[in-house]
């Protein structure tokens, strides 16, 4: 069992950055591959970017690539997500999520691949 704890969301001018933090609690974070996945109003939650149990790999959505950065320090039980060059359709409650069952794999980009998810951070990018 654990529990996500998303911080870091704000309201951010676009071309702007925001890092986001999620804090694992329970058992060891290192054992789980976290992911993050956002959902907009009106939308389906979506992937954004995941990380593998020893941050060796990582993923990201085509529409963040080059933008957004996921990490992980197993010591403070904590993945991060640093977004840079924000954009309006960035905007989107952003939600952390932790499998602990596999290690990084194509499944990672589902919902259904992750046991666990925090309640989300809300992050508003104005144009």
């Known amino acids: 069992q654990v529990q996500l704890v998303e911080s870091g969301g704000g309201l951010v001018q676009a071309g702007g950055s925001l890092r986001l933090s999620c804090a694992a609690s329970?058992?060891?974070?290192?054992?789980?591959?976290m992911g993050w996945f956002r959902q907009a109003p009106g939308k389906e939650r979506e992937f954004v970017a995941a990380i593998s149990r020893h941050g060796a790999g990582t993923y990201y959505a085509d529409s963040v690539q080059g933008r957004f950065t996921i990490s992980r320090d197993n010591a403070k039980n904590t993945v991060y997500l640093q977004m840079t060059s924000l954009k309006p359709e960035d905007t989107a409650i952003y939600y952390c999520?932790?499998?602990?069952?596999?290690?990084?794999?194509?499944?990672?980009?589902?919902?259904?691949?992750?046991?666990?998810w925090g309640q989300g951070t809300q992050v508003t990018v104005s144009s």
């Open positions: 329970g058992r060891t974070s290192s054992t789980y591959t």
């Open positions: 999520a932790a499998d602990g069952g596999q290690n990084l794999r194509r499944s990672h980009y589902y919902t259904y691949a992750y046991d666990y």
